[in-house]
Each structure stands twice: as structure tokens, then as C-alpha cells.
């Protein structure tokens, strides 16, 4: 994007700013209810103009000016000084100064806030508007606007008695008392507190965002009905339209700072009163100052309640803030449910299994056999062949066993803390009561994680103490010693580094369960006893085809035209993938393990979409009707009409969901491939119905993705890769 385009971009997200949206459609008709006084809304654009090119001239981050953060701050005060002041080359003077002071102000406040992760509302606005209202009156030549008092001359002078005609019939028309407020109270965030505007506000926020509508109406009623019950004058609210606190303290607290639900909108109704509170106190206060209250109570008890929840010792999944603020109540809430669902344990380590190829549980958590009490999140596993057996001949020799003798690999990364080698193995059947444990290696991952890995054959280990050994390394190898009747792995994690010492309950990071005639795909969870499992073993076919790496371009050919993909890496270091002809963008990580999207951006009708939803998530081993499946957000996927009604009760319940579903359909050569096919599904389900599926298969040789077939609604569309 050009730095006009972003420049008058940031013009534009001014106006909606003010409600925390970027929506360019909200953002227009704000500008049309900043208009319905000309020169008020001049003004306020007059405003914006200055204080993003000020913002532009000292070298401010464009994109932060292209959001609209420097303007509506700025946009404020020109349509409070638009609307009090006579038009004129005085109080435009005043109006440049003070939008650029305002802007100032607003850098200070994002450098001092900021530091606490805490926003600075609209108090620029009141700081610079209290300035000219208290600076001003000392200003002899520049008038007071008498707009406004003589209404029926400004609507004769503007068209006649039409106009006249139009108005009258207009008040005639019945809207309760409250609602009208309501209406008012809207208007006011733009110094426009009448019926019409409020109404247009109204709707542009319901276009934006039905669950910010919903809390537009639940904040200002639980102040209505709370001034009714404590007896306080009505008319505050009515007359004065300072009833746009509440609308924006319970938009703020119910759906934008924090993750929407039946939480939020529990402390939006709590806290309400509290606003009225600060309300009617500091009304008093400004009184004697002849200074409007303005926005103050909003931005008080909403950074008071954001700093308060950040002093908090545990974190809250139901009273939390959103990772990534998407500028919308909706997805906010869909891609923190997405994100909780599929990134649950992003923080813990990827713990692998400490062996090659597939091996059998015989004995998990709470085991039949010893895995009790303080010991009972723990692993045996040995190998077993196609005949359900352990060993070959007649089992009498540990080397008759399968996984007698076969390499035991670090699980992860670590310093090796303790080692026990030379303790024999047992002959079969018997048991060495004196050494439990048998052979052992404890490895240190971090000061309060470490593995353990035990009755290691005797000589067998690979590693001293005190060694660094990494993940997947061949540190020694299975055996039969210490309290073990028969050759097999003993693995546990445990918080201290002594050989035996209490388990820890700790996922497996990656890896599959071999089935029958299937496999299935799982990711941190403890292998249940019986299950056959292997860590997932990369093909380079796969692996080479989603190496994505920044610089990379990819170019298909696609419903005769020639689109182009460039891998890249933004400041943040997110790596994504993006469609300059469709301007989109999708998110994605990737490891030796796995390839997955982490989110997108951009046109639903883009080839980049529909690879999206085809490679959601890709494990990179060759596992024939393997079943992986994920979970989409529900805004990625669902139509519009569907959503719309999810938004609404999205913040209580969900009955829409996205499902990805994958398997590896077709290879060529299991040892030596050529060709891989996958086969893929993007599905959304109503009430646990499936409403609306799109599958893919996605052809991949030694070169890289060679094409992809898209089949939506009984028909077929091929994307395929030019390569040069």
C-alpha cells in the first residue's frame, strides 16, 4: 500500500476508531453524521488532516497513522471546536494548534501508557478540549456559534419550507423516550446529539459488529434503569447525552479489550453503575468549572479495570484480552476460541518419543502393573510384529526380543544429569529387586523438567554426564536390567533430577497411532496403554514441498490467470505467505514435523484461500488414510448470512463449527517417491450438520506442489504450479 493510499487510509479509520472498528463502511457513514453540521464536520476532517500530517513529517510509523490511532483524537476536538466556534481564520487557527498539541498529547500518552499495555482512550481529546474551552474564554474576537438556537431559520435558509415541512413531520414520528436517549446519546460521540444521526451511528455499528450493537444497547439501559431505581433525575441522561459513557465504557470492557462471553458481559452490567457513579461525582466537580464532563468517566473506570486485571496472579481464559486485536468483537472471540482450542500447549516443549519406528504401549499412565500412586505417569513400551508377538523363536533370550538392543534417542534437547550403566540384564522372567531402575540416563530440559529413561542394556550408553545431547540423538540403547521381567523402555518426565523421582504428567508433542488399516494424527496428548505409535518420520518429498522460505515465490496458473505467491516475514516475525493480486495474506509456521496455518487475511474468492483451507495442517510423514483433523474459525469459513446469526449468540454458545480433515491418499513408492496425493476437506457444521463442504487434492512431486484441485459444489477447478 502506497503512502497516499495509507495516509488517507488513516484519514478514513479516524472516524470509526472512535468506536474501535477499521471498517470502512462504519467509517464513511460517520463521516456523513460528522457532515450534518458543515462546519463542524469540516472541522473535525480539518482536524485529522493536521495531525496525521504532523504525525507523517516527524517520521511516525505509517502504519500506526494508517489504523486512524494519531486522528480521532484530533477528529474530536475539530467537531467540538467546529460546533461551538463562529467559521472563520481565528478559531480555524485555534483548531490547526490544538490538533497538533492533541496530537502530542496522544504520543506522550501511547509512550507512558504503553508501558503498562494500557490504551489512551480519548483522554488527548479531553486534555485539548478542556484547554480551548478554558484558553478561549479570554479570546474576545473569536464568537461563540449561535447555530443550532435558531433552528427553523437555519432549515428555511438551508431549503425552504420543504425542509421546515420535513422536520416537523420527522419530530412527529413516536420513539419512546429511552430509545431516543439512546439515539441522542450516539449522536453525541460526534457533537450531533439528535435522533437521526444516533440512528445512523446505530446502524453503522450493527454493520460493524452485532455483538458491539448488543452492548451499545446493554450498557446504556443498565445505566437507565439504574438512574430510574436510585431515584436520580432522569433528564442526566435525557438532556444532557452523557449517556454515550456507558455505550462506549460496555463496547470497550464487553467485546474489544477483553474476549466477549457471558463474562464480560456479567462485569459490562457490574460496572455500569460504577460509571454513573464517576458520572454524576465529577459532574459536580467540572460544574464549578463551567466544563463539560465529556468522555471522562469511560476513559477512567476502563483503564482502571484494564490495569487491575493485569496485576492479577493467574490468568483467566474466561476474563482474558485478546493475543492479536483483529478490530472486532467477532473475531476476537472466534480466533481466541480457535487459537485456545489449537495452541493450548504452545507453551510447553515438544516432547518426542524416545524411539525409532512403531512401538507398543504395554503399560501407560496408571498402569495395571507399577505405574501407581506418585509413579503413575509413566511409559513402557516395547515392539511387537504382525503376529501380536514380542520376540521371535521362543522368547527365552532377551535377544529374542524385538526391541532388545535397539536405540533409545533423547526425547528433547537437554544436559545430561545422571547416568547407570553397568548394571547387568536380567535373564528373562527374573527380576532385580536391589536396582529398581536398572540402567538409567536423566536428562535436564529445564530447571523443573527432566526425562527419565530406564533398564538400558549395560555398556550400552553413548553420552557422559554433564554432556549437552540433542533431540532425537541415539544416547544408549533398550535392554532388560533392573525391575524388569522381560526387555523393554521405561519413560517418564519428572520435576527434579534424581533417578526415580515422582513423575510429572507431560504430553508427547507430535506423533501417530498405528490402527488397523488406519493411522491417526495426534498432538500433546499421553499415549494410552495398547496403542502402537511412532514419531512422525518426515518424507523429503513433503518436506521439501512446504519449505517455505522467505523469498520463495510460487506461481499457478488459475481459472486462466497467472497468480503469484512470495513467502515473507514481517516485523514480527510471523512468516506468510502473500497474493500481491488479491492483496491476502496467510499466516503459517512450519517445522520438520508439521506445516499449519496460523491465519488469513484477504479475498474468500483468492487461490490463496483455497490453499488455506487445503494444507490447513499437513504432517510430513507418508501415513496412508491417516486422519488429521483441526478446527477453522468460524469467521474464516461461514457464510454471511450464518454468521450473523452466530454473532449474536456467539458471546453464550456456538452452534456453527469449522472441520479440516486430511489423509495421505496415493504414493507412488513408499521407499523412493515420486508422487504424493493428498486429499483434503473444509466443512462447516449447523447445529452438527454439515451445511457447506469444499474438498481439495493436492498433487506433490520432487519438484513441489504440482497442483491443486479445488471441488466445490459438484464441480471442479484445477490450480496449477508454472515452474520455470
Keep these: 500500500m502506497g503512502k497516499i493510499k495509507q495516509f488517507f487510509r488513516g484519514v478514513v479509520n479516524s472516524y470509526s476508531q472512535i468506536f474501535f472498528s477499521n471498517k470502512i463502511v462504519f467509517s464513511l457513514i460517520l463521516i456523513g453524521v460528522s457532515f450534518f453540521d458543515i462546519y463542524s464536520g469540516l472541522y473535525g476532517l480539518i482536524a485529522v488532516l493536521v495531525s496525521n500530517i504532523t504525525a507523517l513529517s516527524l517520521g511516525f510509523d505509517l ?12 477528529l474530536l476536538l475539530g467537531l467540538g471546536i467546529g460546533i461551538h466556534f463562529d467559521p472563520g481564520y481565528l478559531s480555524l487557527f485555534v483548531l490547526v494548534i490544538s490538533a497538533i498539541f492533541t496530537f502530542f498529547i496522544s504520543v506522550v500518552l501511547e509512550g507512558y501508557l504503553g508501558k503498562y499495555n494500557l490504551p489512551f482512550l480519548s483522554i488527548p481529546f479531553l486534555i485539548g478540549i478542556w484547554t480551548v474551552s478554558l484558553a478561549t474564554r479570554e479570546f474576545e474576537e473569536l464568537m461563540i456559534s449561535e447555530r443550532g438556537i435558531f433552528v427553523y431559520n437555519e432549515l428555511y435558509k438551508t ?8 422536520y416537523e413531520w420527522w419530530k412527529e414520528i413516536y420513539i419512546p423516550e429511552s430509545l431516543k436517549s439512546y439515539f441522542m446519546s450516539l449522536g453525541a460521540i460526534f457533537f450531533q446529539p439528535n435522533v437521526l444521526a444516533g440512528i445512523l451511528i446505530a446502524l453503522g455499528l450493527l454493520i460493524y459488529s452485532r455483538i458491539a450493537f448488543m452492548l451499545s444497547l446493554i450498557g446504556f439501559y443498565a445505566a437507565y434503569y439504574f438512574y430510574i431505581r436510585m431515584g436520580v433525575n432522569i433528564e442526566q441522561i435525557a438532556y444532557s447525552y452523557i449517556g454515550f459513557n456507558y455505550i462506549l465504557t460496555a463496547i470497550a470492557l464487553g467485546g474489544f479489550f477483553l474476549v466477549p462471553n457471558k463474562l464480560t458481559f456479567m462485569w459490562t452490567i457490574l460496572l455500569v453503575p460504577v460509571v454513573a457513579m464517576i458520572t454524576i461525582s465529577s459532574s459536580y466537580i467540572f460544574f464549578k468549572l463551567h466544563l463539560p464532563i465529556y468522555s471522562l468517566p469511560f476513559n477512567a473506570l476502563v483503564i482502571i479495570f484494564l490495569y487491575v486485571l493485569k496485576l492479577r496472579m493467574t490468568y483467566s481464559n474466561r476474563l482474558s484480552e485478546p493475543v492479536v486485536q483483529h478490530f472486532s468483537p467477532e473475531k476476537n472471540l472466534y480466533y481466541h476460541r480457535n487459537t485456545f482450542s489449537r495452541f493450548k500447549n504452545a507453551g510447553k516443549y515438544p516432547m518426542k518419543l524416545p524411539f ?12 495395571d502393573n507399577t505405574h501407581k500412586s506418585d509413579w503413575r505417569h509413566a511409559w513402557d513400551f516395547e515392539i511387537f510384529d504382525n503376529e501380536n508377538k514380542q520376540f521371535q523363536g521362543e522368547g527365552n533370550t532377551v535377544s529374542d526380543y524385538y526391541c532388545y538392543d535397539k ?23 527374573e527380576i532385580n529387586m536391589n536396582n529398581n531402575w536398572g540402567n538409567t540416563i536423566v536428562i535436564r530440559h529445564t530447571d523443573f523438567l527432566f526425562s527419565q529413561l530406564s533398564h538400558l542394556k549395560p555398556g550400552s550408553v553413548k553420552i557422559k ?5 540433542k533431540q532425537g540423538q541415539n544416547i544408549a540403547s533398550a535392554g532388560n536390567s533392573g525391575r524388569s521381567p522381560f526387555p523393554h523402555l521405561h519413560f517418564q518426565l519428572q520435576a527434579t533430577p534424581y533417578i526415580g523421582s515422582k513423575t510429572l504428567e507431560y504430553p508427547v508433542s507430535n506423533y501417530i497411532v498405528k ?20 514419531n512422525i518420520v518426515p518424507q523429503k518429498i513433503l518436506g521439501n514441498a512446504f519449505k517455505m522460505v522467505p523469498g520463495k515465490k510460487m506461481i499457478f496458473s488459475y481459472k486462466g490467470k497467472t497468480i503469484e505467491w512470495e513467502i515473507a516475514t514481517d516485523f514480527y516475525y510471523n512468516h506468510y505467505i502473500y497474493c500481491a493480486l488479491t492483496n491476502s495474506y496467510a499466516y503459517f509456521y512450519s517445522d520438520d514435523d508439521l506445516f499449519f496455518f496460523k491465519g488469513f487475511k484477504g479475498k474468500k474468492s483468492s487461490l490463496l484461500y483455497h490453499f488455506y483451507l487445503a494444507v490447513y495442517k499437513i504432517q510430513k510423514g507418508f501415513y496412508r488414510n491417516i486422519n ?6 468460524v469467521n474464516v469459513i461461514g ?3 450464518i454468521l450473523a446469526f452466530q454473532d449474536i449468540f456467539a458471546p453464550f454458545f456456538m452452534f456453527t463449527k469449522g472441520v479440516y480433515t486430511m489423509t495421505d491418499d496415493f504414493i507412488d513408492d513408499e521407499m523412493w517417491p515420486s508422487m504424493i496425493k493428498l486429499r483434503s476437506e473444509a466443512a462447516l457444521f449447523l447445529f452438527g450438520y454439515k451445511v457447506k463442504s469444499v474438498s481439495y487434492i493436492i498433487e506433490i512431486d520432487n519438484e513441489g506442489i504440482k497442483s491443486i484441485t479445488i471441488n466445490e459444489k459438484n464441480k471442479n477447478t484445477l490450480a496449477t504450479c508454472i515452474r520455470s
Design 356 to 367: 525409532m519406528g512403531i512401538w507398543r504401549v504395554t503399560q501407560g499412565h496408571n498402569g
Design 407 to 429: 536405540p533409545v534417542l533423547a526425547p528433547l534437547g537437554g544436559y545430561v544429569e545422571e547416568i547407570i550403566d553397568e548394571i547387568p540384564d536380567n535373564p528373562v522372567g
Design 159 to 166: 431549503g425552504g419550507q420543504s425542509l421546515i415541512n420535513l
Design 63 to 74: 502504519r500506526r497513522i494508517a489504523s486512524g490511532l494519531y486522528g480521532f483524537n484530533s
Design 639 to 641: 457464510n454471511k448470512t
Design 465 to 469: 554426564k554433564g554432556e549437552y545431547v
Design 628 to 633: 488429521l483433523t483441526d478446527k477453522y474459525p
Design 515 to 534: 490402527n488397523a488399516d488406519t493411522y491417526d494424527f495426534q498432538s500433546y496428548k499421553n499415549p494410552s496403554n495398547g496403542q502402537d505409535v511412532t
